[in-house]
């Protein structure tokens, strides 16, 4: 005999889920909110109350008087969602992308901004899929899926229409005022907080993620309306490259999250450059990123704005390095092994590396920089003209570190063989990285023996990390935190320089001051004067002081 419940109904699964159907309770349009925004505050925001533990230490009443006002902001944020057919999709979507944002940040220390947006929405399928783990997945399956299903369980009794349109809009001011009353208790201590410690509301869920789409959205926006400047259409080829007996190819490889510290050749404890170590080229130990991703540091090193000046509008709005190497009469390409040309080459053009181009390189789905040496190999015998070739690395792109070097290359054992630093001991997180620099370095070398070793071009080479890696200091991994807030392991970069002496000796170029040149600080602002100043090409775009070859051509410095 079957037991039964009250009503006759059967403890089977499915007179379970009929009585769970039959006593579902009602809830008013405010008590779900309530509900839910009490949820996210407990659930989603495990930094942030680490943070206001930390700025509020020894006054838990101010502890409690901020997260009571942050509590009616989040019920602020709910209530104009508090509609008939709206509010639990709305609901459902806000506690998904609040679960998504705090797994990044507890596991990663990711700050959610609207240049993280930015790389998100950059992001290609296979980041995607190495980001997509079983334990995000887990995460994401209890505490956004589930939560979100439930919500369509209890009955939501909405007021009628004639009530709804004041009892929602009343909702709205009392959270908001609310809100402020709460902060305004202790209101000299909670302006201070936040004007000075960005971090704190900067790791708010939903809010700061809500608040990051708003501003990239608004960013977007702006730049597609921008009308593009033209730039350097003086430019022209100087007297040292019309004279050169052979088409002068300059190969700059744009490298990914290559950190400085962990560069052999800047003094790092392990060997990951061994190959460059025995060439002659030019290590500026001391170089500045403009940014902490590749959506800011890529476009930002080839337009002609400092990294003060920088911003995503004025890059839209202004023609960059490549299109003044075109005025001037030099073919600039670019070839993309990584999220593609971040807008750079919209106007000259990219190819992306695939299967057709480097298939042994390729054949795990994913093309390590093998391919690009191939890609090398072929326009070298195609080159008939000045040109300058933009390789753009896939490098040390993490968090799968290790499918960045082949199988068998992994000079550092027990490297970490999955994007899941869970599973990971430290050691074995930095061994991967370190195993990426060194197939870096073995790519580069392999690079500049090739360009040694023909006839048909008069070869030079740049090699310059986009930004830098955190690899678990300070409980931050991966890259893309804040300038404000960025350690120095996300903003300094290897930059390097292969010069043979056939190219000085064409350009002018003394090599005894270029020498001394990398023992001075310098930064990714560089980069597109200094392309020009190697190209000879003579613009009023080009800045002496910030070209690292005018000093060494000294009847070229006031070009």
């Given at each position: 005999?079957?037991?039964?419940?009250?009503?006759?109904?059967?403890?089977?699964?499915?007179?379970?889920?009929?009585?769970?159907?039959?006593?579902?309770?009602?809830?008013?349009?405010?008590?779900?909110?309530?509900?839910?925004?009490?949820?996210?505050?407990?659930?989603?925001?495990?930094?942030?109350?680490?943070?206001?533990?930390?700025l509020f230490d020894g006054a838990p009443m101010n502890v409690l008087l901020f997260a009571c006002a942050v509590w009616m902001l989040t019920l602020f944020t709910l209530s104009p969602f508090a509609l008939p057919r709206v509010q639990r999709p709305a609901l459902a979507g806000l506690i998904l992308l609040a679960a998504a944002a705090a797994w990044y940040q507890d596991h990663l220390g990711a700050v959610i901004d609207k240049l993280m947006i930015q790389n998100v929405m950059n992001t290609t399928v296979a980041e995607t899929r190495q980001l997509i783990t079983l334990p995000y997945l887990r995460h994401m399956a209890l505490s956004g899926l589930l939560p979100a299903l439930l919500l369509f369980w209890p009955r939501i009794t909405y007021p009628p229409a004639r009530?709804?349109?004041?009892?929602?809009?009343?909702?709205?001011?009392?959270?908001?005022?609310?809100?402020?009353?709460?902060?305004?208790?202790?209101?000299?201590?909670?302006?201070?907080?936040?004007?000075?410690?960005?971090?704190?509301?900067?790791?708010?869920?939903?809010?700061?993620?809500?608040?990051?789409?708003?501003?990239?959205?608004?960013?977007?926006?702006?730049?597609?309306?921008?009308?593009?400047?033209?730039?350097?259409?003086?430019?022209?080829?100087?007297?040292?490259?019309?004279?050169?007996?052979?088409?002068?190819?300059?190969?700059?490889?744009?490298?990914?999250?290559?950190?400085?510290?962990?560069?052999?050749?800047?003094?790092?404890?392990?060997?990951?450059?061994?190959?460059?170590?025995?060439?002659?080229?030019?290590?500026?130990?001391?170089?500045?990123?403009?940014?902490?991703?590749?959506?800011?540091?890529?476009?930002?090193?080839?337009?002609?704005?400092?990294?003060?000046?920088?911003?995503?509008?004025?890059?839209?709005?202004?023609?960059?390095?490549?299109?003044?190497?075109?005025?001037?009469?030099?073919?600039?390409?670019?070839?993309?092994?990584?999220?593609?040309?971040?807008?750079?080459?919209?106007?000259?053009?990219?190819?992306?590396?695939?299967?057709?181009?480097?298939?042994?390189?390729?054949?795990?789905?994913?093309?390590?920089?093998?391919?690009?040496?191939?890609?090398?190999?072929?326009?070298?015998?195609?080159?008939?003209?000045?040109?300058?070739?933009?390789?753009?690395?896939?490098?040390?792109?993490?968090?799968?570190?290790?499918?960045?070097?082949?199988?068998?290359?992994?000079?550092?054992?027990?490297?970490?063989?999955?994007?899941?630093?869970?599973?990971?001991?430290?050691?074995?997180?930095?061994?991967?990285?370190?195993?990426?620099?060194?197939?870096?370095?073995?790519?580069?070398?392999?690079?500049?023996?090739?360009?040694?070793?023909?006839?048909?071009?008069?070869?030079?080479?740049?090699?310059?990390?986009?930004?830098?890696?955190?690899?678990?200091?300070?409980?931050?991994?991966?890259?893309?935190?804040?300038?404000?807030?960025?350690?120095?392991?996300?903003?300094?970069?290897?930059?390097?320089?292969?010069?043979?002496?056939?190219?000085?000796?064409?350009?002018?170029?003394?090599?005894?001051?270029?020498?001394?040149?990398?023992?001075?600080?310098?930064?990714?602002?560089?980069?597109?004067?200094?392309?020009?100043?190697?190209?000879?090409?003579?613009?009023?775009?080009?800045?002496?002081?910030?070209?690292?070859?005018?000093?060494?051509?000294?009847?070229?410095?006031?070009?």
């Amino acid at each position: 005999m079957l037991p039964f419940a009250a009503g006759g109904i059967p403890w089977t699964f499915s007179g379970v889920l009929a009585a769970l159907v039959l006593r579902r309770p009602r809830l008013s349009p405010v008590v779900l909110n309530l509900i839910v925004a009490s949820y996210m505050m407990l659930v989603f925001n495990t930094v942030f109350w680490g943070h206001l533990g930390r700025l509020f230490d020894g006054a838990p009443m101010n502890v409690l008087l901020f997260a009571c006002a942050v509590w009616m902001l989040t019920l602020f944020t709910l209530s104009p969602f508090a509609l008939p057919r709206v509010q639990r999709p709305a609901l459902a979507g806000l506690i998904l992308l609040a679960a998504a944002a705090a797994w990044y940040q507890d596991h990663l220390g990711a700050v959610i901004d609207k240049l993280m947006i930015q790389n998100v929405m950059n992001t290609t399928v296979a980041e995607t899929r190495q980001l997509i783990t079983l334990p995000y997945l887990r995460h994401m399956a209890l505490s956004g899926l589930l939560p979100a299903l439930l919500l369509f369980w209890p009955r939501i009794t909405y007021p009628p229409a004639r009530h709804l349109l004041w009892k929602m809009p009343l909702t709205v001011v009392a959270s908001f005022v609310l809100t402020f009353g709460f902060l305004f208790i202790n209101l000299k201590a909670n302006v201070s907080i936040i004007r000075e410690h960005h971090e704190l509301m900067g790791s708010y869920q939903p809010g700061a993620t809500i608040g990051a789409i708003a501003r990239y959205a608004k960013m977007e926006i702006r730049a597609r309306n921008t009308e593009v400047a033209p730039l350097g259409q003086d430019a022209v080829k100087g007297p040292d490259l019309l004279a050169a007996e052979k088409p002068v190819l300059l190969v700059v490889f744009v490298g990914e999250t290559a950190r400085a510290q962990n560069f052999g050749l800047n003094g790092y404890t392990r060997n990951t450059t061994p190959e460059l170590a025995k060439l002659d080229i030019l290590n500026f130990s001391d170089t500045s990123s403009c940014g902490t991703s590749t959506a800011v540091s890529v476009p930002c090193m080839f337009s002609p704005f400092s990294r003060t000046d920088y911003s995503h509008q004025r890059f839209m709005g202004s023609e960059n390095l490549l299109d003044v190497l075109q005025h001037a009469g030099i073919n600039p390409v670019w070839i993309d092994n990584n999220t593609g040309d971040q807008r750079v080459a919209r106007r000259t053009g990219s190819r992306r590396i695939d299967a057709t181009i480097g298939s042994a390189a390729c054949a795990s789905g994913e093309c390590t920089d093998q391919a690009l040496l191939e890609a090398l190999e072929q326009e070298i015998g195609s080159i008939k003209e000045d040109t300058v070739l933009v390789l753009h690395m896939i490098g040390s792109h993490g968090p799968a570190y290790y499918m960045r070097y082949p199988q068998g290359f992994a000079p550092f054992d027990g490297d970490c063989r999955t994007a899941e630093f869970d599973y990971c001991t430290q050691g074995e997180i930095t061994n991967a990285y370190d195993n990426s620099i060194a197939y870096t370095d073995h790519i580069l070398a392999s690079a500049i023996t090739r360009l040694q070793e023909q006839e048909r071009v008069l070869p030079a080479m740049i090699y310059l990390s986009d930004h830098g890696e955190s690899l678990g200091e300070a409980g931050l991994y991966l890259h893309a935190a804040p300038m404000f807030m960025a350690p120095e392991v996300q903003t300094k970069v290897p930059f390097l320089m292969w010069l043979p002496q056939r190219f000085r000796q064409a350009m002018q170029l003394d090599g005894g001051c270029l020498d001394d040149l990398t023992r001075q600080p310098v930064s990714q602002d560089n980069l597109f004067h200094t392309v020009l100043g190697l190209m000879d090409v003579s613009t009023s775009v080009r800045e002496p002081s910030l070209d690292l070859t005018s000093t060494c051509r000294p009847e070229r410095s006031s070009t």
